[in-house]
């Protein structure tokens, strides 16, 4: 037992005892005085060092966070019976040990039972308001490490996000500069005017690569631009069909996904005058497609794999649609989300994470309730049965409240942990998986 827990008993083993030896005791003298507190200072560390062992316990063998209705019939069953054992353990040592006001077969026989079961219940409600204040501070830590944890995912789907982003500059400008250094040998014309325009490009590139995305718009003034530029190389022997819808303009997509898309359509293909490589992008459902006629051609040297990998990692991260690709022996095709709004990376955690912690949410709430509902009645019942016990000692009343509201306890309990909605979804699951297994 930890020595704040220590500390805490002591404290109320002295409380006790000066409470039962100022108001309760005829005779004030020392004697009594460390009667009373020998006695309270039993019922406070037995009943107080066995809950908190049982408690300790079970939080190591069913964690409330992993196994909450399994671990919360234990502990009913566990505090019913051990409570039992210890209080008639107590007050055995209290009434014939101590006092030595009966023997032991005249405290056995019943004499003692309405004081028994009286102190029973009295330390079945505290021991059921410590488990519940033990539910909380596991329910605490537990959401306090949820939401560490979906800042360190969100933090590394923004750091993932970052490098794949800051991939684009040195793609960009490698391909950029292989394209100008072949323009130098065939064309140094076209070499001196494919500068001047790649910089104009490469200015889009650094204001847009901090951006998650950009407006179909831009995108695609970009790439009629870098379509320039290619046809400045390739001349005839590329051509480029656009077809995008105007009411998609104001949509979004990831910035530079066209000219990447652009750049694998020219490296994997060949392009002559007399079989052009033939470019479309255009408008299908809800996506932007890129497409060309497949003229493929054999790779010197191993493809890095940046552009079109880059665009799928960098989607998802930003959304749960996925870019669909299809190829056939006469084209390859590209089919790129087109997004009504700006989502944020964070939901890069799945759907099914989202709803099973909103399941765990409302589930939550439902335990709370009822250990509400619990402490409330494990408050205001001693209140009436000590108010009974002292205004009309002769007319016992308590027993009313006492057994409808434990009655409605019990039901909120096992609506909660054993018949309720849960119980109903689970034999629905079961029977579900039973059938489909056949």
């Not at 509201?405 to 609506?415: E, F, L, R």
Request: charged share 25%.
């Amino acid at each position: 037992m930890k020595r704040k827990n220590l500390i805490t008993l002591c404290w109320i083993s002295l409380a006790t005892s000066m409470v039962f030896f100022l108001g309760f005791t005829d005779e004030k003298t020392p004697e009594n005085f460390m009667l009373n507190l020998a006695v309270c200072s039993m019922y406070s560390f037995v009943l107080g060092a066995g809950n908190g062992f049982i408690n300790d316990f079970l939080n190591k063998k069913f964690p409330w966070s992993e196994a909450t209705t399994k671990r919360a019939v234990i502990s009913i069953i566990s505090i019913l019976i051990a409570n039992t054992v210890m209080l008639y353990f107590c007050n055995y040592m209290n009434f014939v040990v101590f006092q030595k006001a009966v023997t032991t077969e005249e405290y056995f026989s019943g004499k003692y039972g309405f004081i028994n079961w009286f102190t029973i219940n009295i330390a079945l409600l505290i021991s059921a308001f410590l488990h519940a204040k033990g539910f909380m501070e596991e329910l605490k830590k537990t959401s306090r490490k949820e939401v560490v944890e979906q800042k360190l995912i969100a933090k590394s789907a923004n750091a993932q996000f970052e490098s794949l982003k800051n991939q684009l500059d040195p793609h960009f400008l490698f391909n950029s500069l292989n394209v100008l250094s072949s323009l130098i040998d065939e064309n140094p014309r076209q070499a001196q005017k494919f500068t001047a325009s790649m910089s104009k490009i490469y200015r889009y590139v650094l204001e847009q690569k901090d951006k998650e995305l950009v407006t179909v718009e831009d995108e695609l003034e970009f790439a009629k631009t870098y379509c320039d530029l290619l046809k400045t190389r390739f001349e005839d022997s590329v051509d480029f069909v656009f077809g995008v819808r105007k009411e998609e303009y104001r949509q979004f997509v990831v910035p530079l996904c066209l000219q990447l898309l652009l750049e694998n359509c020219i490296k994997h293909n060949f392009a002559t005058s007399s079989k052009p490589l033939v470019i479309k992008i255009f408008s299908e459902n809800d996506t932007l497609c890129i497409e060309n006629n497949l003229q493929v051609r054999e790779q010197i040297k191993e493809s890095s794999g940046i552009g079109l990998a880059n665009i799928v990692q960098r989607y998802a991260l930003l959304t749960r649609r996925n870019v669909f690709i299809e190829k056939s022996e006469d084209y390859f095709k590209v089919k790129l989300p087109v997004l009504s709004s700006k989502p944020s990376t964070v939901s890069v955690i799945p759907e099914n994470r989202n709803e099973s912690y909103e399941r765990a949410q409302k589930r939550v709430k439902e335990i709370k309730s009822f250990y509400s509902n619990l402490i409330s009645y494990g408050i205001i019942i001693p209140f009436l049965i000590i108010i009974n016990l002292v205004t009309t000692p002769e007319n016992i009343w308590f027993f009313f409240p006492m057994l409808g509201w434990g009655i409605g306890v019990v039901a909120h309990g096992m609506s909660v942990f054993a018949i309720g909605k849960k119980w109903e979804d689970e034999k629905i699951r079961q029977i579900l998986e039973k059938q489909n297994k056949r």
